[in-house]
C-alpha cells in the first residue's frame, strides 16, 4: 500500500513538473510610438511564449547556417514556432517568435525571443538593410515576472555553441537602429 502510495505521488509529482515546464507564458506591455497621424502614441502588446529553444535545437539552426548556407537555415527557422507577439492597436498585427531563450539573472531572468525584421508602423519609412535581417525582443523580469523590455527592430544575431554537447544558442551580435523601449512588461499567465 505505501509503495503504491508513493508511485502515484511521484508519478503525480512528475507530472506536474513537466506541465509547469510547458506552460506557455503570457505577458503584457506598452512601447510609446514615434506618435505619427496614423500611428497611436502608446501600444499595448502581448507576448506569448509556447515553448523555449533547447540547446539541442539551437545547435541544429546553428550547423544548418554553417553547412548549409543561409537559405536552409532561413527556412528551418521559419518554421519554428515558439510563440507571438501581439501589438494590440487597430492594426493588430501578429509577429511570429521563431527562437525564445531564457537566462536566470540574481533576481529574475532575461528572455531573448527572436524572428525576421518586420514593420508594425503604418505611416514611418524604415531603412531596411541585408546586415539586419531579424527583429529581437529581450525581456527583462523579476521573480514575479514584473521588469522593462526592449525591441531592436533591426538586428544581426551570431549563435554561441559547445561542440562537447551539441548545445548552441542564438545571441544578438549588433543591431542598426536604437531599440523600442517596453515598459509595465508583466506576466499574466
Given at each position: 500500500?505505501?509503495?503504491?502510495?508513493?508511485?502515484?505521488?511521484?508519478?503525480?509529482?512528475?507530472?506536474?513538473?513537466?506541465?509547469?515546464?510547458?506552460?506557455?507564458?503570457?505577458?503584457?506591455?506598452?512601447?510609446?510610438?514615434?506618435?505619427?497621424?496614423n500611428t497611436e502614441p502608446v501600444l499595448k502588446?502581448?507576448?506569448?511564449?509556447?515553448?523555449?529553444?533547447?540547446?539541442?535545437?539551437?545547435?541544429?539552426?546553428?550547423?544548418?547556417?554553417?553547412?548549409?548556407?543561409?537559405?536552409?537555415?532561413?527556412?528551418?527557422?521559419?518554421?519554428?514556432?515558439?510563440?507571438?507577439?501581439?501589438?494590440?492597436?487597430?492594426?493588430?498585427?501578429?509577429?511570429?517568435?521563431?527562437?525564445?531563450?531564457?537566462?536566470?539573472?540574481?533576481?529574475?531572468?532575461?528572455?531573448?525571443?527572436?524572428?525576421?525584421?518586420?514593420?508594425?508602423?503604418?505611416?514611418?519609412?524604415?531603412?531596411?538593410?541585408?546586415?539586419?535581417?531579424?527583429?529581437?525582443?529581450?525581456?527583462?523580469?523579476?521573480?514575479?515576472?514584473?521588469?522593462?523590455?526592449?525591441?531592436?527592430?533591426?538586428?544581426?544575431?551570431?549563435?554561441?555553441?559547445?561542440?562537447?554537447?551539441?548545445?548552441?544558442?542564438?545571441?544578438?551580435?549588433?543591431?542598426?537602429?536604437?531599440?523600442?523601449?517596453?515598459?509595465?512588461?508583466?506576466?499574466?499567465?
Amino acid at each position: 500500500m505505501k509503495r503504491t502510495f508513493s508511485v502515484m505521488t511521484l508519478v503525480s509529482f512528475c507530472l506536474c513538473c513537466c506541465s509547469l515546464l510547458s506552460a506557455k507564458e503570457k505577458y503584457e506591455a506598452k512601447m510609446l510610438t514615434r506618435g505619427g497621424p496614423n500611428t497611436e502614441p502608446v501600444l499595448k502588446i502581448q507576448i506569448v511564449i509556447e515553448s523555449y529553444t533547447t540547446g539541442e535545437e539551437g545547435w541544429q539552426l546553428m550547423q544548418l547556417l554553417n553547412q548549409g548556407g543561409n537559405e536552409p537555415f532561413i527556412n528551418a527557422f521559419r518554421q519554428a514556432n515558439k510563440g507571438s507577439l501581439l501589438f494590440m492597436s487597430a492594426r493588430g498585427l501578429k509577429v511570429m517568435i521563431h527562437v525564445a531563450h531564457v537566462s536566470p539573472k540574481e533576481n529574475g531572468r532575461k528572455i531573448m525571443l527572436f524572428t525576421e525584421r518586420q514593420s508594425w508602423e503604418m505611416d514611418v519609412f524604415q531603412r531596411t538593410s541585408g546586415r539586419y535581417p531579424f527583429m529581437i525582443i529581450e525581456l527583462d523580469v523579476d521573480n514575479k515576472g514584473k521588469g522593462e523590455g526592449r525591441i531592436y527592430e533591426n538586428a544581426q544575431i551570431k549563435f554561441r555553441g559547445n561542440p562537447a554537447d551539441g548545445t548552441a544558442r542564438m545571441e544578438m551580435e549588433d543591431y542598426g537602429s536604437a531599440p523600442k523601449n517596453l515598459f509595465r512588461v508583466q506576466l499574466i499567465k
